[in-house]
C-alpha cells in the first residue's frame, strides 16, 4: 500500500469550500486512491475514489495530479456535520485498507 | 448501498472475561472481512484480515491468541478478545470488502464500531 502524507489539521469556514491535500508519491499505478472520514466514535465513511481521473459525487470532488503523487479532496460548501478526521489511502484490489494519521478538519460557524 | 451492522455498538466487561464482537455484511457476502483497532486521538490500526473459510492473517504485534476471529459464513465474521485486559480498552471497527459496487460505496464498508470498556 502506498504511504500517504497529510496535514495533522486544518481550519475551515461554514460555507467555504475545504480543501484537504494528500501526498502519495509512492502509489503504484494500480492503484486507487480513496477518501473516507470518520466523525467522532463512529466507523469510517466513504468520501469518494479515483485512479487517474478527477472524480465528483454529491459528497465531494476528487482532484488527482498528472503525475498521481498528490491529490486533493474538495468539500464544495462546508458545513458544521463535515467536522471530521479525514483519511486518504492508497489501496488497490483486495488489498487491505492501512490507514495514515489523517487531517482533523474542523469547520467553523 | 452496501451496509455493515457490528455489534454491540459498546460493552463494558470485568478483567479476565471474554468479549465477542459480530460484524454481519446485511445485503451483500463478505469473503473477507477486516478488524481494526483505535486507541483515543489515534488512527485506524489494522490488526486481522478475516477470510471465509480460513484462517484469519494477523497484522505483526497482534496476539492472535488473545484476539480470536472466526469468519465461518460469508455474511459473519466475530472477534472475540479473551480473557480481556484494562489494556485492551479502545475502540474496535469492523470491515468488509464489497463484493458489489455502487456509486455510494465502493471497495470497502465499515462497521459503527464498538466501544470496549475493561474493569
Known amino acids: 500500500d502506498a504511504k500517504t502524507t497529510q496535514p495533522p489539521s486544518m481550519d475551515c469556514a461554514e460555507g467555504r469550500a475545504a480543501n484537504l491535500p494528500c501526498n502519495h508519491s509512492?502509489?503504484?499505478?494500480?492503484?486507487?486512491v480513496y477518501w473516507y472520514r470518520q466523525i467522532h466514535s463512529q466507523g469510517p465513511q466513504y468520501i469518494i475514489h479515483?485512479?487517474?481521473n478527477n472524480e465528483t459525487n454529491e459528497m465531494a470532488s476528487l482532484i488527482i495530479t498528472e503525475d498521481r503523487k498528490s491529490s486533493t479532496l474538495i468539500l464544495p460548501h462546508a458545513t458544521l456535520r463535515d467536522t471530521a478526521v479525514y483519511y486518504c489511502?492508497?489501496?488497490?484490489?483486495?488489498?487491505?485498507?492501512?490507514f495514515g494519521q489523517g487531517t482533523r478538519l474542523t469547520i467553523n460557524p | 448501498g452496501a451496509v455493515v451492522s457490528q455489534h454491540p455498538s459498546w460493552v463494558i466487561c470485568k478483567s479476565g472475561t471474554s468479549v465477542k464482537i459480530e460484524c454481519r455484511s446485511l445485503?451483500?457476502?463478505?469473503?473477507?472481512m477486516f478488524w481494526y483497532r483505535q486507541f483515543p486521538k489515534q488512527s485506524l490500526m489494522l490488526m486481522a484480515t478475516?477470510?471465509?473459510?480460513?484462517?484469519?492473517?494477523?497484522e505483526q504485534g497482534v496476539e492472535k491468541d488473545k484476539f480470536l476471529i472466526n469468519h465461518a459464513s460469508l455474511t459473519l465474521s466475530t472477534l472475540t478478545v479473551t480473557s480481556a485486559h484494562p489494556e485492551d480498552s479502545s475502540f474496535y471497527i469492523c470491515?468488509?470488502?464489497?463484493?458489489?459496487?455502487?456509486?455510494?460505496?465502493?471497495?470497502?464498508?465499515f462497521g459503527s464500531g464498538t466501544r470496549l470498556t475493561v474493569v
Open positions: 489511502i492508497g489501496g488497490q484490489g483486495a488489498q487491505k485498507l492501512v
Open positions: 478475516s477470510n471465509e473459510g480460513s484462517k484469519a492473517t494477523y
Open positions: 509512492t502509489i503504484s499505478g494500480n492503484e486507487y
Open positions: 479515483g485512479l487517474k
Open positions: 445485503d451483500f457476502q463478505a469473503t473477507t
Open positions: 470491515s468488509a470488502r464489497v463484493s458489489k459496487r455502487d456509486r455510494h460505496n465502493y471497495g470497502y464498508t
